[in-house]
């Protein structure tokens, strides 16, 4: 009897999150071609087998993953593309290809972020430049921190997609002895979610930095789902369980973790940090300093309820004191 034959995958990213998610494929059988834009780290990998800029202790598996540091030659042959790089970077990370590189794949963006400027899911930006129909994309979501998948902690994900068929797919690659992963028709409510928790976790941590305790918080991330409920609802109606570890679950962790960047940024700008200075100390990217702007240009259009977006966006873009405006944005939460 014939074994079956590997799925090929490409990884674009080189961050924590990727390595992460090339430790849980390794488990499967899943050969990959890893792309990475830095040729020190890829030469790194190589010769050592780890990622020294993050998740070090992540072994690589040599004979299930090729490093490759040209981004066509990592597209060739594969059958699903992982896009794991900050959303600001991804216009950068694909040039110089074309819709012929993306054609009969299957792309899956584990981005939790918009494409500045743009104001777009990385979905519908990938739509639109390479002509991916939106039955072969899918999202990665889930309350599943890079660090915990690292130590093999039980985790959870959740794959999002138009056609279940397609997530169904995704999400057996991505179940392994530490991970499940499960299906689930709604990739933009999932998607949108993904951005929105993001600037919730800097909120939860804006207000830590000033000083609030676990009983603001506690109100504050209620709320926010509340938003986050009006605002998925405006923009792409349809019914869906907000309670779900797709939505709750991957906002709680990240507004909570002392794993999450976002909120670690939060608790910088709080404490008085610059921009600049918080985004130095970090050396990591806080895919909500860019949502947010995003989120408030959209929501121009739809006009939706978001004293929390609101807060931060005046914090981040219209250098609004921290302290002044949590103290206006705690008089309007119940």
């Avoid at 991804?90 to 899956?108: N, P, Q, T």
């Avoid at 690292?150 to 999002?160: F, P, W």
């Avoid at 240009?297 to 929390?308: F, L, S, T």
Wanted: glycine share 6%.
């Amino acid at each position: 009897m014939k074994s079956q034959q590997p799925t090929r995958l490409t990884m674009v990213g080189g961050g924590s999150w990727a390595t992460a998610l090339i430790k849980i494929l390794s488990e499967n059988n899943v050969l990959i071609k890893w792309w990475l834009r830095s040729k020190a780290d890829a030469d790194h990998i190589r010769q050592f087998h780890h990622n020294k800029s993050y998740l070090s202790d992540v072994q690589i598996n040599p004979r299930k993953v090729k490093i490759c540091t040209k981004i066509r030659d990592a597209f060739k042959d594969s059958d699903y593309i992982i896009l794991a790089v900050p959303a600001a970077f991804v216009g950068d990370a694909l040039g110089g290809l074309e819709a012929r590189d993306f054609a009969g794949k299957c792309v899956i963006s584990a981005i939790k972020g918009m494409i500045p400027e743009k104001n777009q899911l990385v979905t519908d930006w990938i739509s639109d430049q390479y002509g991916v129909p939106t039955s072969r994309m899918a999202v990665i979501a889930g309350p599943c921190h890079a660090e915990e998948v690292a130590l093999e902690k039980q985790s959870y994900l959740t794959i999002g997609s138009t056609d279940l068929d397609c997530a169904d797919e995704v999400a057996q690659l991505l179940t392994c002895r530490f991970v499940q992963a499960s299906p689930l028709a709604d990739i933009y409510g999932i998607e949108y979610s993904a951005v929105m928790k993001n600037i919730i976790a800097l909120a939860s941590g804006i207000t830590r930095g000033i000083g609030y305790g676990d009983n603001f918080q506690a109100v504050l991330v209620s709320n926010a789902m509340q938003e986050i409920k009006r605002f998925v609802d405006a923009v792409y109606p349809q019914h869906r369980d907000l309670s779900g570890s797709a939505y709750l679950g991957d906002l709680l962790v990240t507004a909570y973790s002392p794993f999450s960047r976002n909120r670690t940024f939060g608790t910088l700008i709080g404490r008085g940090y610059t921009i600049q200075s918080a985004q130095a100390e970090m050396n990591m990217i806080a895919e909500g300093y860019y949502a947010v702007k995003s989120i408030h240009a959209i929501n121009r259009q739809y006009k939706v309820d978001m004293p929390i977006v609101e807060a931060v966006y005046n914090v981040l873009y219209e250098r609004a004191s921290p302290v002044t405006e949590m103290k206006a944005l705690q008089q309007k939460l119940k």
